[in-house]
């Protein structure tokens, strides 16, 4: 089972994020110490030199919090990612911080930062004599680690099924 990116622990940890997401699992998060520290910050000095506007958009989100529940479409933890993905896929260096950040903080990690697991389930186990459903849509999580979607499972018809616009994303 695939775990979370380097890039999303990396995100977590420069807008300070980590602590919250914590706190909103139920899990406490162990101190991290100043070489963490430290490397976060070296992380953050390379993105200012390789991707300024992924570290000014970054640093933005850090320095107020309240803009990754405000504007998650510019903020939002996954939208950050995927900045910093892109640019670790572009920059040697990047990438390098990340790595070394990473390997130092993921052990250190409770084990609800290690997976993210979504299931979701819509139509299953129905009996019905006629079944219409239109807009049925299944959206996972982008930060999931293991998704399972199921639609239209077990279903006993006896007469017409009409099902309309279904759709799942992974």
Known sequence: METLT???????LITKMVEKLGESLGEKIPELGSNVWEKVTNLKNALKRKAPETAAILEAAENAPTL???SPDTFGLPVLTEK??????KEPEV????????TEVKPLLPAS????????????????????????????DPAATDTTQEMV??????GDIDLENMSQKA
């Not at 930062?113 to 299944?138: H, I, P, T, Y």
Request: aromatic letters at 4%; proline letters at 0%.
């Open 95 to 102: 990438a390098a911080y990340i790595d070394a950040l990473v």
């Open 113 to 140: 930062f290690q997976e993210k697991v979504v299931r979701q389930v819509m139509l299953k186990g129905v009996k019905a004599k006629n079944l219409k459903a239109k807009d049925l849509r299944q959206e996972a």
């Open 6 to 12: 380097a890039a999303a622990i990396a995100t977590l």
């Open 68 to 70: 990754i529940e405000s």
């Open 153 to 158: 499972v077990d279903v006993d018809v006896k």
């Open 84 to 89: 910093l993905q892109q640019t670790e896929a």
